[in-house]
């Protein structure tokens, strides 16, 4: 953990950090994952949203959030205006897949996390939302669940950060998306200059 911190501080651009993970080999998970998935969308955007781990079809095609959980997610940016082909960042807080999608345990988040945070300092956006517990209780060190965070304006690396329900979760229990909805509105309203 304390290499992957040295190596994140060293690099100072979005292609050196990149270049940096593809080389790291102190996570398990990349030994069996097919592609390393760090971001898509337009790095430098306003909004930057970090997600759980890649699933199978991130893992194949070496892009985040391009399943369904991801289809979702872009008309729920949509739906406030945004596009991550134009005005989105999107991440994970992990770069390889576990196998058979199971959860990240907390040695896999620990390991990545300091990139994470070296590309949110390099992206240095105006709002960042935390897709999930996962990225949640890793960027902000707590060991509250999702449920008791979101929806409350934390801070990481000194950026605003809105958790909310991920869109796997919101797949599976469509009437939770009115709270995401919610949350997603706060985030606009922030982005537009309001207050919280
Ligand atoms: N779920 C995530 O958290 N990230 C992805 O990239 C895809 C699905």
Not at 103 to 131: G, H, M, N, S, W
Request: with cysteine; proline share 8%.
């Amino acid at each position: 953990i304390a290499s992957a911190r040295q190596i994140a501080a060293a690099c100072d651009d979005i292609a050196a950090l990149e270049a940096a993970i593809r080389a790291f080999d102190g996570c398990p998970l990349k030994a069996g994952a097919m592609n390393t998935v760090i971001a898509d969308g337009i790095f430098g955007a306003d909004l930057l949203l970090v997600g759980e781990a890649p699933g199978a079809d991130e893992d194949r095609l070496g892009r985040p959030f391009v399943g369904r959980a991801g289809q979702l997610l872009d008309r729920m940016l949509a739906a406030i205006g945004r596009d991550r082909g134009r005005d989105a960042y999107i991440a994970n807080i992990l770069f390889w897949r576990p196998p058979a999608n199971r959860k990240p345990d907390p040695v896999e988040t620990a390991t990545c996390k300091p990139f994470v945070e070296r590309l949110i300092q390099l992206a240095r956006p105006k709002v960042l939302i935390l897709l999930g517990g996962t990225p949640a209780a890793t960027l902000l060190g707590t060991s509250e669940g999702i449920t008791r965070l979101r929806g409350r304006w934390h801070e990481v690396e000194g950026i605003p950060a809105l958790p909310t329900l991920h869109p796997a979760y919101l797949l599976r229990q469509p009437q939770a998306k009115r709270e995401a909805w919610r949350d997603f509105l706060a985030v606009k309203r922030r982005l537009d200059g309001g207050n919280p």
